[in-house]
C-alpha cells in the first residue's frame, strides 16, 4: 500500500506560475517512479509528466512541454511540478500518480498510460483566469 498526497494547488491569472508537490509513504520505503495527471471538467484524466525512480528520466505530455518542469528530492518519494506560463486550459484536478513497487518499470511507451499507476493522490484544484 502507497499513501499519496499532493499540495500546492490554487487559482493565478494567465501567464502566471505555481507549484504543486507529492509525497508518497510505501511500506516497503522504496524510491519509486512518480507521475502527474490532470482532469478538467468534463474530460477524461490526461498524463501530463511523469519522472523515473532515480530522476534520470522525465516524461512531458506534448501539451506541457517548455512550461512544466517535474523534478523529485534525491532518494526520497517527494516529487514537484513547477508550472510556468499557465493557461486557462491548463484548469484541471491535478493527481500525482505512483506506480507499484512491484509493477513494471516506466517507459516512454508506458508512462502515460493510466494503467501503469496504482495509487493516485485526492487531486488538488489548480484554476487559471484569462
Known amino acids: 500500500q502507497v499513501h499519496v498526497v499532493e499540495s500546492g494547488g490554487g487559482w493565478v491569472q494567465a501567464g502566471g506560475s505555481l507549484r504543486l508537490s507529492c509525497e508518497a509513504s510505501?511500506?516497503?520505503?522504496?524510491?519509486?517512479?512518480m507521475g502527474w495527471f490532470r482532469q478538467a471538467p468534463g474530460k477524461g484524466r490526461e498524463f501530463v509528466a511523469a519522472i523515473t525512480w532515480d530522476g534520470a528520466n522525465t516524461y512531458y505530455a506534448d501539451s506541457v512541454k517548455g512550461r512544466f518542469t517535474i523534478s523529485r528530492d534525491h532518494g526520497k518519494n517527494t516529487e514537484y511540478l513547477q508550472m510556468n506560463s499557465l493557461k486557462p486550459e491548463d484548469t484541471a484536478v491535478y493527481y500525482c500518480?505512483?506506480?507499484?513497487?512491484?509493477?513494471?518499470?516506466?517507459?516512454?511507451?508506458?508512462?502515460?498510460?493510466?494503467?501503469?499507476?496504482?495509487?493516485w493522490g485526492q487531486g488538488t484544484q489548480v484554476t487559471v483566469s484569462s
Open positions: 500518480a505512483v506506480p507499484s513497487p512491484y509493477g513494471p518499470a516506466l517507459t516512454s511507451h508506458t508512462v502515460g498510460s493510466l494503467n501503469q499507476y496504482d495509487y
Open positions: 510505501p511500506r516497503t520505503g522504496t524510491i519509486l517512479s
